[in-house]
């Protein structure tokens, strides 16, 4: 069965930062493109950044670049966002999203539970 | 402002049908497959369609998709109470290199 374990989420104030993880079990992660995707609250969805199998490819939303970094470590089946200089607006649940990667468009079959993050 | 337009909320009695467009562009919906994503309230959202009108295994099949040059449709029958969710047109921008979302529908079954 694919998991996704999002932690790292907190309360951190303006201009601070964190590190979401998120731990990946029941498939081939390293087989896996990964995305992070975020949801302020009482808002829709907006995604922040995805990571190609190995690392190599990185692409972010506008609103995070330069701020954000993310990142993945396949022997520990492990994806990461380093996020910097937090702002009021990054106040969301973020989660961690699986791609269907053979399939374009960037379909996303297994999403974990989430991780609150407060910049307040 | 979305890259992708939904409406913000659609309605239909049980047993009903119902149709949730989702309008783009050429860099977005017009090169690529769309996904859509059904989000129940409290919780994270599910895939419901890939590759404009593919189910993944446990989706029903009252749950269809298709697209038709920048737009896409998600199609629901035999509308549930069940189904009462946010719903959201998703895919890939090939000139802003970014995975853009559709503001979300929310659908409302009386």
């Known amino acids: 069965e694919v998991q996704l374990v999002e932690s790292g989420g907190g309360l951190v104030q303006p201009g601070g930062s964190l590190r979401l993880s998120c731990a990946a079990s029941?498939?081939?992660?390293?087989?896996?493109?990964m995305n992070w995707v975020r949801q302020a609250p009482g808002k829709g969805l907006e995604w922040v950044a995805h990571?190609?199998?190995?690392?190599?490819?990185?692409y972010y939303a506008d609103s995070v670049k330069g701020r954000f970094t993310i990142s993945r470590d396949n022997a520990k089946n492990s994806l990461y966002l380093q996020m910097n200089s937090l702002r009021a607006e990054d106040t969301a649940i973020y989660y961690c999203a699986k791609e269907i990667t053979v399939i374009a468009g960037a379909p996303m079959d297994h999403w974990g539970q989430g991780t609150l993050v407060t910049v307040s | 402002q979305s890259v992708l337009t939904q409406p913000p909320s659609v309605s239909a009695a049980p047993g009903q049908k119902v149709s949730i467009p989702c309008s783009g562009s050429s860099s977005n919906i017009g090169s690529k497959p769309v996904s859509w994503y059904q989000q129940l309230p409290g919780t994270a959202p599910q895939l419901l369609i890939y590759d404009n009108n593919q189910r993944p295994s446990g989706i029903p099949d009252r749950f269809s998709g298709s697209k038709s040059g920048t737009s896409a449709t998600l199609g629901i029958t035999g509308l549930q109470t069940g189904d009462e969710a946010d719903y959201y047109c998703a895919t890939w921008d090939i000139y802003l290199n970014n995975l853009v979302f559709g503001g979300g529908t929310k659908l409302t079954v009386l």
């Open positions: 029941g498939f081939t992660f390293s087989s896996e493109e």
């Open positions: 990571i190609s199998t190995s690392g190599n490819t990185i």
